[in-house]
């Protein structure tokens, strides 16, 4: 069982820039991919940003070139690094994990469903 614990989240004005974390129960040995998804009210969760144990990070269209994905081994942790926020960006993030073959990775048709273990989530609010 792996366990996911998220914070960091909080409200902030348009502009501003907040930074996600998620800490990993335990080491991960065996290859791995991570995500980081938000829901915003009466919509579905997206996937915004994801890794795997090689290396490869994922961005959506959306949040390149402001959102920064990155990781701390010796912590087991996470983070995602949120620049130039928008009241779009404005959801429930969450982290996510599983174990991983391999094979390709496409974060425009990554799915919840493709993660086995979840955090309970932390709120992000940008608002003026």
């Known amino acids: 069982q792996v366990d996911l614990v998220e914070s960091g989240g909080n409200s902030v004005q348009p502009g501003g820039s907040l930074r996600l974390s998620c800490t990993v129960s335990?080491?991960?040995?065996?290859?791995?991919?991570m995500g980081w998804f938000r829901q915003a009210p009466g919509k579905k969760r997206e996937a915004v940003a994801a890794?795997?144990?090689?290396?490869?990070?994922y961005y959506a269209d959306s949040v390149k070139g402001r959102f920064t994905f990155s990781e701390d081994k010796a912590k087991n942790t996470l983070y995602l690094q949120m620049n130039s926020l928008k009241p779009e960006d404005t959801a429930m993030y969450y982290c996510?994990?599983?174990?991983?073959?391999?094979?390709?990775?496409?974060?425009?048709?990554?799915?919840?469903?493709?993660?086995?273990?979840w955090g309970q989530g932390t709120q992000v609010t940008v608002s003026s």
């Open positions: 335990e080491y991960i040995y065996s290859r791995y991919f």
């Open positions: 890794a795997d144990s090689d290396g490869g990070v």
């Open positions: 996510a994990f599983d174990f991983w073959s391999g094979g390709p990775l496409n974060i425009a048709t990554m799915r919840p469903l493709d993660f086995s273990y």
